[in-house]
């Protein structure tokens, strides 16, 4: 894509009454509008996941970045000012390609948590935990040390923490003993900051900060991401003047059996209407 068929959301430095968008591969991007609205509470939000191929972890690099570009085209379409990507596997692989073909600003999950965390910490031993596609590349470790190289990072793939969201066991025996299990090693390495690098696993906190010790920072990129956005959309004044509460709409590939359920337990809230997108729209060019 040359520069000239980059695809501008109307009113990008005019209108601040435009909407953030946030995608994800599936649902748990819902985590992050929940902590964007708590931050910027009058800003109006589009969130887009893409249900119809979750997950993006499987995925070879190349796909990620396409369906990424797909899902910001659908976004833009939207007319947004900003976006946050809340995948931490696409927020690994995708961003560069999408800061270079779009003239927007884009928010991932993984610059955000790694400054949050190298904030909070006060002995630089940082833990990491999330799927095995994003402990796999290394996302956060090298974020980290990029910042900081004398941190010391430990990552650690928890992946039965995703169904166990989805679930809502927030509080079950069997959760209680599997982050025993995972989070285990990582207690006795004294890390004194925790990233959680998933965006299920904030509905887990309770659990994770309880088995990890009460002393330990807890690190929610989609906290981190939220603050990081209000920062870029003030230096813009693309910030809303609004004083009434935002709007939110709710796109996805396919609707999935329990999906209301589920995005309800992730958002605190109902949710009155979600918007199926057809698979061949995000394939357009």
């Known amino acids: ?18 909407p953030i968008g946030i995608f994800d591969s599936g649902i748990g991007g819902l985590t992050v509008v929940k902590r964007l609205a708590a931050t910027l509470p009058n800003e109006n939000i589009v969130y887009f996941g893409d249900t119809a191929r979750v997950p993006y972890g499987s995925k070879s690099n190349s796909t990620v970045v396409e369906y990424s570009v797909q899902n910001t085209k659908l976004l833009l379409s939207k ?12 927020s690994s692989i995708a961003i560069p390609t999408l800061k270079k073909e779009f003239n927007i600003p ?11 965390a190298l904030q909070k910490t006060r002995n630089k031993k940082i833990g990491v935990i999330g799927t095995r596609a994003t402990t796999g590349n290394l996302a956060y470790s090298s974020e980290i040390k990029r910042i900081d190289d004398t941190a010391n990072v430990i990552e650690k793939p928890c ?3 995703v169904p166990l969201a989805e ?13 025993e299990e995972y989070l285990k090693e990582l207690r006795r390495d004294g890390i004194d900051t925790l990233v959680l690098g998933c965006t299920h696993y904030p509905i887990l906190t309770n659990v994770i900060q309880k088995i990890i010790g ?8 989609g906290v981190a991401s939220a603050e990081l956005i209000k920062e870029e959309l003030q230096k813009l004044d693309l910030l809303t003047n609004s004083n009434t509460t935002g709007l939110q709409e709710f796109y996805v590939s396919d609707i999935q059996v329990k999906f209301k359920e589920v995005a309800e337990l992730f958002l605190g809230k109902e949710i009155e209407h979600v918007h199926k997108v057809d698979l061949e729209e995000l394939s357009l060019e």
């Open 1 to 18: 894509m040359n520069s000239k068929d980059k695809k501008q959301p109307a009113g990008l430095g005019k209108d601040n009454q435009s």
């Open 79 to 90: 007319y947004v000012k900003a976006i946050i990507v809340a995948c931490n596997t696409a």
């Open 106 to 116: 884009i928010i991932g999950m993984i610059e955000p948590g790694a400054k949050m």
């Open 159 to 161: 992946p039965l923490f």
């Open 167 to 179: 679930e809502g066991w927030t509080d079950h025996n069997a959760t209680h003993e599997i982050a």
């Open 214 to 221: 009460k002393n330990v920072n807890l690190i929610d990129s």
